[in-house]
């Protein structure tokens, strides 16, 4: 159907996002679909039938805004448990629909016309649309090819006086690098005295590799006081479409997010809410996500090796980036939608994270996969580009 009217778009420049792309794509060419974030196994069974009872129970009405007390409660413990921190369970945790709609809200809530706000490239893709929809704009701060480490001293130049809000992700969203606690001793250095927030997206926060421990801000005295933390129920628990998260940080800066929250979502589905909460008193689920991972990491890396890709680091989340410029000197847009095409596997071309469409010939590769489905992948990679 053909509009009448014509629509001045606030965001001409802005498309769909890369995931949708590159999962359509693949799905039209049949391709294994190695490049949306998301696991292609079952969850826990028992969190279903929790969920399921809970809902014949008829916990099927509005909770609060806030999130359930039974979810909210157990969302403190485990922060306690894990970094040292206790939130208040009435007025420092907040339980959102997804991370994503955590990041846009406390942006909202903070962000105004003309205000800064400093992230780091390559840059997860939904930060900068929300700091462009409330006026602000992003400054951009270079993670360093190739290991992906921050530049201090350079986030310390690029804070000026409408400086409102510094984003960190760890661990790294596309490049799987991880922020240390001497890392997060520069960033309180560089906020110290002034009023800017942070926000931290924590959703791969489990999930580390070969021994390292997750510094998060919550468990940094200094930063958590000025922080608002980011964590995700769907990359924990392998539930992605439920689409639920939280958010901890001290009391005045939730007081200010839950302004926006309760008009942009309200609340969060009930019954999910309350299966959630019975499933966290198991520890074990959650601690024993980065030995659960670490060995789809090693799989894939090994039959990765029967390609000519190489291979970069990977510290933690669940992708792996992949050096290909040496095989093809197509760009990596270019070449993501010719292996799904020619090849049969999607990938994410890393440019698209920067704002310039800077190049490395480098892609990310999704492993929370099945073996069959890293096998079938990879052997078709081999057949086009053997070692």
Same mark, same amino acid.
């Given at each position: 159907m053909q509009t009448p009217i014509r629509?001045?778009?606030?965001?001409?420049?802005?498309?769909?996002?890369?995931?949708? *792309?590159?999962?359509?794509?693949?799905?039209?060419?049949? @391709? $294994?679909?190695?490049?949306?974030? +998301? &696991? #292609?196994?079952?969850? /826990?069974?028992?969190?279903?039938?929790?969920?399921?009872?809970?809902?014949?129970?008829?916990?099927?009405?509005?909770?609060?805004?806030?999130?359930?007390?039974?979810?909210?409660?157990?969302?403190?413990?485990?922060?306690?448990?894990?970094?040292?921190?206790?939130?208040?369970?009435?007025?420092?945790?907040?339980?959102?629909?997804?991370?994503?709609?955590?990041?846009?809200?406390?942006?909202?809530?903070?962000?105004?016309?003309?205000?800064?706000?400093?992230?780091?490239?390559?840059?997860?893709?939904?930060? *900068?649309?929300?700091?462009?929809?409330?006026?602000?704009? @992003? $400054?951009?701060?270079?993670?360093? +090819? &190739? #290991?992906?480490?921050? /530049?201090?001293?350079?986030?310390?130049?690029?804070?000026?006086?409408?400086?409102?809000?510094?984003?960190?992700?760890?661990?790294?969203?596309?490049?799987?690098?991880?922020?240390?606690?001497?890392?997060?001793?520069?960033?309180?250095?560089?906020?110290?005295?002034?009023?800017?927030?942070?926000?931290?997206?924590?959703?791969?926060?489990?999930?580390?590799?070969?021994?390292?421990?997750?510094?998060?801000?919550?468990?940094?005295?200094?930063l958590a006081a000025r922080s608002i933390v980011v964590s995700s129920f769907g990359k924990t628990y392998h539930i992605t479409g439920w689409k639920i998260g939280y958010v901890v940080g001290p009391a005045a800066l939730i007081a200010e997010f839950r302004k926006v929250h309760q008009f942009n979502v309200f609340t969060v589905h009930t019954p999910s809410q309350l299966a959630l909460a019975e499933y966290m008193q198991d520890a074990s689920r959650h601690l024993g996500l980065a030995a659960f991972y670490q060995e789809k990491r090693d799989f894939f890396r090994r039959l990765m090796g029967q390609t000519g890709f190489e291979l970069l680091p990977c510290r933690g989340t669940y992708f792996q980036l992949a050096r290909y410029g040496h095989l093809s000197d197509r760009p990596d847009r270019d070449f993501a939608e010719w292996l799904t095409r020619a090849v049969g596997v999607a990938v994410i071309p890393v440019s698209v994270f920067y704002a310039d469409g800077r190049d490395d010939r480098v892609v990310r590769f999704c492993f929370a996969k099945v073996a069959t489905t890293l096998e079938a992948g990879v052997e078709r990679l081999a057949r086009a580009f053997p070692a």
């Open positions: 629509i001045d778009s606030r965001f001409p420049h802005m498309g769909t996002t890369i995931f949708t *792309v590159m999962s359509r794509l693949a799905a039209e060419c049949g @391709a $294994v679909n190695l490049s949306q974030g +998301f &696991p #292609d196994f079952q969850a /826990d069974r028992s969190l279903f039938d929790a969920m399921h009872r809970h809902m014949l129970a008829g916990r099927n009405q509005y909770p609060p805004m806030a999130g359930m007390p039974e979810l909210r409660a157990a969302i403190v413990d485990k922060v306690a448990a894990l970094y040292g921190t206790r939130f208040d369970v009435e007025s420092e945790v907040t339980v959102t629909a997804g991370a994503t709609q955590a990041i846009f809200t406390a942006i909202a809530a903070f962000v105004r016309p003309g205000d800064e706000v400093i992230l780091f490239e390559p840059v997860y893709d939904s930060y *900068v649309p929300a700091i462009e929809t409330v006026g602000g704009t @992003a $400054v951009y701060a270079q993670l360093q +090819f &190739p #290991d992906y480490a921050p /530049d201090w001293e350079q986030v310390r130049r690029l804070v000026t006086p409408k400086t409102r809000m510094i984003i960190v992700n760890s661990p790294h969203n596309p490049s799987g690098s991880l922020l240390t606690a001497v890392d997060l001793e520069k960033l309180a250095e560089i906020v110290r005295g002034t009023d800017i927030v942070v926000l931290s997206d924590e959703v791969y926060e489990h999930i580390l590799f070969d021994g390292e421990r997750h510094a998060s801000l919550c468990g940094h005295q200094e």
